[in-house]
């Protein structure tokens, strides 16, 4: 129970400057491709919940920080999004997500011991789910265009 307040501020810790800088590209570069869906808010804001959530309840015991969870969560939200919507942006940006980002796949199976694959799986599957229900309109769409 005292590690509650992990859930919402685990993407936004980090162990040194170095784990921060190599967080902060990947960051950058995927929030501003969810920003052209107009999804950002909400896919930050269900992605951190959803993945610390998860992270929470099901991963090794242990302290998990960084945002890889976010970054998975943008990655996976903007290659679902572009099969699920299926117009000439979306793909364009779910191609350019592979592209670029391709290799991250690699974190989902990377099960060193000081690294958070839990992290990073949940944060995946909630930008999967995160597409999902922006798709469908589940929610209200803050800031859709």
Same mark, same amino acid.
């Given at each position: 129970? %005292? ?5 919402? +501020? ?5 162990? @040194? ?5 190599? @967080?902060?590209l990947? $960051? ?5 491709l ?11 804001? $269900? ?10 309840? /099901? ?5 998990h ?6 970054? /998975?969560?943008?990655w ?13 942006? +979306? ?5 350019? +997500? ?9 974190m989902?199976?990377? $099960? ?24 469908? @309109?589940?929610?209200?769409?803050? %800031?859709?265009?």
């Amino acid at each position: 129970v %005292n590690s509650l307040p992990g859930i919402l +501020t685990s993407p936004w810790l980090h162990w @040194n400057f170095t784990h921060l800088l190599s @967080n902060s590209l990947p $960051f950058l570069i995927l929030g501003i491709l969810v920003t052209q869906v107009k999804a950002f808010k909400f896919v930050t804001i $269900f992605v951190v919940i959803v993945s610390g959530l998860l992270t929470w309840l /099901m991963a090794r015991d242990g302290l998990h920080a960084g945002s890889s969870s976010l970054i /998975m969560g943008y990655w996976g939200f903007l290659i679902a999004h572009a099969l699920l919507e299926r117009t000439i942006k +979306t793909i364009l940006l779910g191609f350019l +997500t592979l592209l670029i980002y391709g290799g991250l796949f690699a974190m989902l199976i990377d $099960f060193r011991e000081h690294i958070s694959f839990e992290g990073h799986l949940f944060g995946f599957i909630a930008g999967l789910l995160s597409a999902y229900l922006w798709q469908r @309109n589940f929610f209200i769409k803050v %800031n859709k265009g």
